[in-house]
């Protein structure tokens, strides 16, 4: 049975006062390929209101299910509170299910901290990559000896034929 997996994003908030170290209103969403071979998109907003009281994450939560195949990319965006009111965003290619993303917005870039919780479909995978190693490095053995036999015979014809010219 598979893992259900999931992606946790976190976009932190660069010049933030002590009340908060996340961003109010801030969006992401992603991209993968379905089971059907179809495009998956899913949006989130983080900490849509701001009240004493809410009872909202800081994070956004997204349930992926039981795909276990990675996300293609990940798009995080904030309206900036500057008189020109542009939104700033950055796309994240390439990230893996079952990990936490943390977004922080810097001058002009972004950086992308990620930490990953291994499920039992990550340890199934690198069993299995093992084993393949394994199979390969058998056959390249097997496939060297052959050829060093092979090579040895043919040296050994190659003298033999030499010493009867030479008489």
């Not at 946790?8 to 209103?25: F, N, P, Q, R």
């Amino acid at each position: 049975m598979l893992d259900a997996l999931w992606l946790k994003v976190t976009i932190l908030c660069e010049k933030c006062d002590a009340l908060s170290t996340t961003m109010v209103g801030a969006n992401a969403f992603y991209s993968t390929t379905g089971y059907t071979g179809e495009p998956e998109v899913r949006y989130g907003a983080q900490n849509s209101q701001l009240t004493s009281f809410s009872l909202q994450p800081p994070y956004m939560l997204f349930g992926l299910g039981q795909q276990a195949n990675y996300i293609e990319s990940l798009t995080v965006a904030y309206r900036n509170t500057d008189k020109d009111r542009s939104v700033n965003k950055f796309t994240f290619d390439n990230l893996i299910p079952n990990a936490q993303v943390f977004a922080i917005p810097m001058d002009g870039m972004w950086k992308l901290v990620m930490m990953v919780v291994p499920g039992k479909t990550l340890w199934q995978t690198l069993l299995v990559l093992g084993i393949c190693c394994v199979v390969c490095c058998i056959i390249i053995l097997v496939l060297h000896i052959k050829e060093k036999k092979e090579d040895e015979r043919e040296k050994v014809k190659f003298n033999t034929k030499f010493n009867f010219d030479a008489m």
